[in-house]
C-alpha cells in the first residue's frame, strides 16, 4: 500500500511564497512521474506542475516563472516552490505519483491567497 501526504499549505497574502510537500511511503520501488494538480471551488482540478524521475518538468501556463517543481527521490518527496502568489492560486493543492502502472494521490492541502 502507498500513500502520499501533502504538508506546506496555509493562508498568505498575494506576493508571498509557500512551499508544499509531497511524500509517498509505504510499498515503492521507484517513483515515475510526481505531479501537482490544484482544485479551485466550482472547477474541475487541473494540472499545475509535473517532474519525470530524471528531472525533467513543464508548467501550466498560468504559473510558469512563479512555481518551481523539484524532488528528492532519495526522500520520495516531491516540491512545489510558489512565488509572487495570486488569489487566483486559492485552491487545494493534490500531488500525484505514478508508480509502476498505478497512480496514487494524496488527500489534498488548502492554499489560500489574499488581496
Known amino acids: 500500500q502507498v500513500q502520499l501526504v501533502e504538508s506546506g499549505g496555509g493562508l498568505v497574502q498575494a506576493g508571498g511564497s509557500l512551499r508544499l510537500s509531497c511524500t509517498a511511503s509505504g510499498s515503492i520501488s521507484s517513483i515515475n512521474t510526481m505531479y501537482w494538480y490544484r482544485q479551485a471551488p466550482g472547477k474541475q482540478r487541473d494540472l499545475v506542475a509535473f517532474i519525470l524521475s530524471g528531472g525533467t518538468t513543464d508548467y501550466a501556463d498560468s504559473v510558469k516563472g512563479r512555481f518551481t517543481i523539484s524532488r528528492d527521490n532519495a526522500k520520495n518527496t516531491v516540491y512545489l516552490q510558489m512565488n509572487s502568489l495570486k488569489p487566483e492560486d486559492t485552491a487545494v493543492y493534490y500531488c500525484?505519483?505514478?508508480?509502476?502502472?498505478?497512480?496514487?494521490w494524496g488527500q489534498g492541502t488548502q492554499v489560500t491567497v489574499s488581496s
Open positions: 500525484r505519483a505514478t508508480i509502476g502502472a498505478r497512480n496514487y
